[in-house]
Nanobody
Framework: QVQLVESGGGLVQAGGSLKLSCAAS????????VGWYRQVPGKQRELVAR??????NYADSVKGRFTISRDNARNSVYLQMNSLKSEDTAVYYC??????????????WGQGTQVTVSS
């Protein structure tokens, strides 16, 4: 069984910073792609940032403010969020594409962590 556990969400004033963390636990062969998504009520979940191999992608709305990073030794991925805006308020989800002996390569999601930015 594989689990992704997130931490670091909370309430912050506009202009402030938060750092989200996500750690993978369980038995697996490798972690391929890692990323962060967010969702607000009534809207689709959207990509915030993702690392795939040597490639890093960001949503246009967070470029220059958010930084995604990973620590392979700790099976962890982080999202440093600076200059937060009220429109960043959402539930943030960690995502990882993980290879296991069985059932092979699958998509995994964390439970979500609330980020609220007050203006």
């Amino acid at each position: 069984q594989v689990q992704l556990v997130e931490s670091g969400g909370g309430l912050v004033q506009a202009g402030g910073s938060l750092k989200l963390s996500c750690a993978a636990s369980g038995t697996f062969v490798s972690i391929k792609t890692v990323g962060w998504y967010r969702q607000v009520p009534g809207k689709q979940r959207e990509l915030v940032a993702r690392i795939s191999g040597d490639s890093t992608n960001y949503a246009d709305s967070v470029k220059g403010r958010f930084t995604i990073s990973r620590d392979n030794a700790r099976n962890s991925v982080y999202l440093q969020m600076n200059s937060l805006k009220s429109e960043d308020t959402a539930v943030y989800y960690c995502n990882a594409v993980i290879a296991r002996v069985w059932p092979g390569v699958q998509d995994y999601w964390g439970q979500g962590t609330q980020v609220t930015v007050s203006s």
